[in-house]
T-cell receptor
Framework: KQEVTQIPAALSVPEGENLVLNCSFTDSAIYNLQWFRQDPGKGLTSLLLIQSSQREQTSGRLNASLDKSSGRSTLYIAASQPGDSATYLCAVRTGGTSYGKLTFGQGTILTVHP | DGGITQSPKYLFRKEGQNVTLSCEQN?????MYWYRQDPGQGLRLIYY???????QKGDIAEGYSVSREKKESFPLTVTSAQKNPTAFYLC????????????FGEGSRLTVL
């Protein structure tokens, strides 16, 4: 059974700092890994999708890396801003297809203070 | 704009009542999903559908029912058999193939009075 863990559970940083969020998973036979952002009371917004054959994906100030062999992914946020404050979730898809089971982590609550 | 629309955003229900949450998407996605989110428990899959007129149970299907009569629509009914229905419900969709990227609606918060 796939288990996904996100560390830390909460993180508070000053504006402008570069930061790293971690996601670890127990079964390395993944199809893809997706990072999401969730604002309070809202749905999830897709940030980055990394296929199992890829090592990293970038979008603006965000960079996500994937190391299947060690069961880890990191989300790097450069030059953080107060608007980045949200809960960040990673989700791992297994089963070998795009319809495979998706397992979510519990999320990291990020607060960026001015 | 393309997206996933959930309604209502907030819903209150008395015990013993069935309620139906709406989910509509205009992304032309094949697969649709319903998740439940509770504090401290993460997202849990209720039901999913890969194609019209077909759906499968997820991890916590008891007390819920769905239908998929149209590609664009995947309504979720929370029945009176659901013991603890108060939660935040999220609908999602993805395209067949295409890497399986998942997109979510804005959610519906159900409170049982």
């Amino acid at each position: 059974k796939q288990e996904v863990t996100q560390i830390p559970a909460a993180l508070s940083v000053p504006e402008g700092e570069n930061l790293v969020l971690n996601c670890s998973f127990t079964d390395s036979a993944i199809y893809n890994l997706q990072w999401f952002r969730q604002d309070p009371g809202k749905g999830l917004t897709s940030l980055l999708l990394i296929q199992s054959s890829q090592r990293e994906q970038t979008s603006g100030r965000l960079n996500a890396s994937l190391d299947k062999s060690s069961g880890r992914s990191t989300l790097y946020i450069a030059a953080s801003q107060p608007g980045d404050s949200a809960t960040y979730l990673c989700a791992v898809r297994t089963g070998g297809t795009s319809y495979g089971k998706l397992t979510f982590g519990q999320g990291t609550i990020l607060t960026v203070h001015p | 704009d393309g997206g996933i629309t959930q309604s209502p955003k907030y819903l209150f229900r008395k015990e013993g009542q069935n309620v139906t949450l709406s989910c509509e998407q205009n992304l032309n996605h094949d697969a649709m999903y319903w998740y439940r989110q509770d504090p401290g428990q993460g997202l849990r899959l209720i039901y999913y559908s890969q194609i019209v007129n077909d759906f499968q149970k997820g991890d916590i299907a008891e007390g819920y029912s769905v239908s998929r009569e149209k590609k664009e629509s995947f309504p979720l009914t929370v029945t009176s058999a659901q013991k603890n229905p108060t939660a935040f419900y999220l609908c999602a969709s993805s395209i067949a193939g295409g890497g399986g990227e998942l997109f979510f609606g804005e959610g519906s918060r159900l409170t049982v009075l």
